[in-house]
């Protein structure tokens, strides 16, 4: 018997070749390239992740091959998927009766790359995780196999009931009809209930780290076993491990948790309740800014702001699918008090679209109307749980920069091409110069429904496509991640150290409009049905601030820095002048302070260095009688005296253009030579 292969696209090898069964994939990969067989992890035949050491089927059609290579987001997804049950055969084999949770690989989280939740016979602690990391580099070495088996449920069941793995006889029953695999690492203990693909042995797993040991709940649920979950890291090669290791050493110094608490941005209350955020002055004055420009681009734009509740019935979150498809993410239901005898429900709003839907509703539209743009500062609620909330990262509340676009499909093509290039504009504003973008579309998985006909996805599609190859924008066509209700482009930069973020969003609908049957009359004088565009350019007003907070250290250009110039006298008796200075700084609305203590100046310059106020004006005997101001910028020192007129100007300058450096040589002749 044989079979007929292809390699798929991509690699120097063409046309179809023979192969006798039985056979894996790996010997069929040799027929095409030894080199790049050597080089794989994995593969995927007819579009399924599959091992190595799969059999190839019996099949009349071409089987289709593509080697998945460690140098790959899905090489690197299998590494650390594989890493993570290294982790616990290590975890098993240090401490037998330890009970096994999941344990995925973490693909867009900036902090790990993988965990596994374990219940151990003892409380586990940060020093032991050397030893782990120990016993996982003497396995590697050892060149364990992965083993896959395929079996009928009932069988697997036996086998986790015998190694008295209540947690996995529970996902078991949930997750498996019929026949499902479990996995082996031979010459170890470890067995696991898994979908795979893995790498072929642990000698493939070079490059690993753990990093931390935390609390968990078995599905996040406080009611139900609490266990412990370790974290690692994992990459191809150790070069990639190093550079990330001393990537995440300059992370941890610009954690936007510690700055905010350090210059006294913002806070978070566990009295008040996790994951809600308080906006203290200082970091309030970087979100006005922050909205400010928004709002004034908007109005620029064509967007009309409007204002919507914070709650709605509960209907309306059945009729727009966010009860059916959100539930997990939806605050309970809350009742009017008995008192008024009203049986009205009223859920808080995760998302502002079904508000825009109704402002849209309020009358009959005419194509002539369209495009519609309506935008929001819109405060929204997510019931996130407890572990996974991170600092203003991941919050229970917060305010989304919101707009929903109701257009002719049309008009969709210009209306995306305009999303594009507004988000592209907001994040240059703010300092972020490169870019990854996604487009999430349709997958070939029957098994997921998605609503609106083949020709519709085509179309959007294509119509998302268009927009960015209009401006040579290079994206990563994302197959089977789009949403059920319409493709997406998805925006990602990199901040000052090389990690990406994702930020802006631009979401094509079908659904909605169908849910809320929407309508505008066309030329024809007929109703038709309007295409919605959802867009979020900060993505959320929190997150964005964390990742500006990160990006910059706490070093916020001018135009964003919560104090702009901090005003020092160098004794008492220059009060009066420093004074003097400070109301005519805030009479031209730049944000000031006046250090009026008693301290050295060299106390007041050091506390204004710890705040990363980008400019200090030093005010002694000299400076009044002259009336000038002696000029410090935070990174380039003292730059001289000056006439306060000119120092304004400079600053009005910086503000008007949202200048992103300070460049003195352009303005000043000379450091110290204090002239223009």
């Known amino acids: 018997m044989e079979v007929n292969v292809s390699l798929g696209e991509g690699f ?13 994939v790996l010997d069929a990969l040799k027929l095409f390239d030894r080199e790049i067989a050597k080089k794989s992890i994995a593969a995927k035949l007819n579009g399924q992740e599959v091992d190595l050491n799969r059999q190839l089927p019996l099949t009349n059609e071409i089987i ?13 997804e299998v590494i650390r998927h594989s890493t993570a049950h290294l982790l616990a055969a290590a975890v098993l084999d240090l401490f037998p009766g330890t009970k096994l949770g999941i344990g995925p690989a973490l693909m867009d989280d900036p902090r790990y790359g993988f965990f596994y939740d374990v219940i151990a016979p003892r409380q586990l602690t940060e020093a032991d995780l050397p030893i782990i990391e120990r016993r996982m580099q003497e396995m590697a070495k050892r060149n364990l196999p992965y083993r896959r088996e395929e079996m009928e449920k009932e069988k697997i069941l036996e086998i986790f009931r015998q190694r008295q793995e209540p947690l996995k006889c529970e996902l078991i029953d949930e997750k498996v009809d019929k026949i499902a695999s479990v996995y082996y690492i031979d010459n170890s203990p470890f067995i696991d209930f898994c979908l795979g693909p893995h790498v072929p042995h642990t000698g493939k797993l070079r490059a690993f780290k753990l990093l931390a040991i935390s609390g968990a709940y078995w599905k996040g649920d406080s009611n139900r076993e609490q ?43 566990e009295e008040y309740g996790q994951g809600l955020i308080f906006w203290h002055p200082k970091g309030g004055a970087i979100r006005k800014e922050m909205e400010d420009y928004l709002r004034s681009e908007l109005q620029k734009r064509g967007y009309g702001m409007v204002f919507t509740p914070h709650i709605a019935k509960r209907q309306l979150w059945q009729i727009s699918g966010h009860e059916e498809n959100y539930a997990d993410s939806l605050f309970e239901p809350m009742k009017m008090p008995e008192k008024f005898n009203e049986e009205i429900e009223f ?7 079904p508000f825009h839907i109704g402002i849209y509703k309020t009358r009959m539209r005419s194509y002539r109307e369209l495009p519609l743009r309506y935008a ?37 093509e210009d209306e995306v091409g305009g999303c594009v290039d507004f988000a592209y504009d907001v994040l240059k504003t703010f300092g972020f110069e490169k870019f990854k973008v996604e487009l999430s579309v349709r997958g070939k998985n029957d098994d997921k429904h998605y609503l609106g006909s083949d020709a519709d996805w085509e179309k959007a599609e294509k119509a998302l496509a268009n927009a960015l190859e209009k401006r040579n924008i290079a994206y990563e066509r994302i197959e089977g991640e789009a949403a059920f209700y319409g493709p997406k482009i998805d925006i990602k930069v990199e901040d000052s150290i090389g990690r990406l973020w994702q930020l802006s969003t631009i979401q ?3 659904n909605l409009p169908e849910r809320f049957q929407l309508e505008y009359i066309g030329e024809d004088n007929k109703p038709h049905r309007p295409v919605m565009v959802h867009r979020a350019l900060f993505g959320s007003i929190e997150r964005f601030f964390g990742v500006l907070i990160e990006h910059y250290a706490g070093a916020f250009p001018f135009w964003l820095a919560p104090i702009q110039v901090a005003v020092l006298p160098i004794t008492d008796r220059i009060n009066d002048y420093a004074e003097k200075i400070t109301e005519q700084l805030r009479a031209h609305d730049f944000r000031v302070e006046a250090n ?81």
């Open 12 to 24: 120097n090898t063409k046309g179809v070749k023979t192969i006798q069964l039985p056979a894996t």
């Open 64 to 76: 289709r091959l593509e080697p998945i290579l460690p140098n790959t987001r899905e090489g690197l």
């Open 227 to 269: 266990m412990q979950r370790i974290y690692g890291i994992a990459f191809a090669t150790e070069e990639e491990l190093n550079a990330w290791l001393k990537q995440r050493e300059e992370a941890e110094k610009r954690d936007h948790r510690r700055l905010g608490k350090e210059l006294d941005l913002f806070s978070i209350h």
């Open 347 to 353: 859920r808080i709003k995760p998302m502002n679209c």
């Open 376 to 412: 929001e500062l819109g405060t929204v609620y997510r019931a996130e749980l407890s572990g996974t909330l991170h600092g203003l990262m991941r919050v229970r509340g917060f305010t989304q920069d919101d707009a929903h676009i109701f257009c002719t499909p049309e008009q969709v």
């Open 508 to 510: 094509f609908d079908f």
């Open 596 to 676: 009026l203590k008693s301290d050295k100046i060299g106390a007041k310059i050091r506390d204004a260095q710890m705040q990363k106020i980008p400019f200090m004006l030093i005010l002694g005997d000299r400076e009044k009688e002259a009336e000038l101001v002696a000029v410090r910028e935070r990174k380039h020192g003292d730059l001289g005296q000056i006439k306060l007129a000119e120092f304004i100007k400079i600053l009005q300058n910086l503000r008007r253009s949202r200048a992103i450096a300070f460049e003195p040589e352009k303005i000043f002749s000379g450091k110290g030579g204090g002239s223009l």
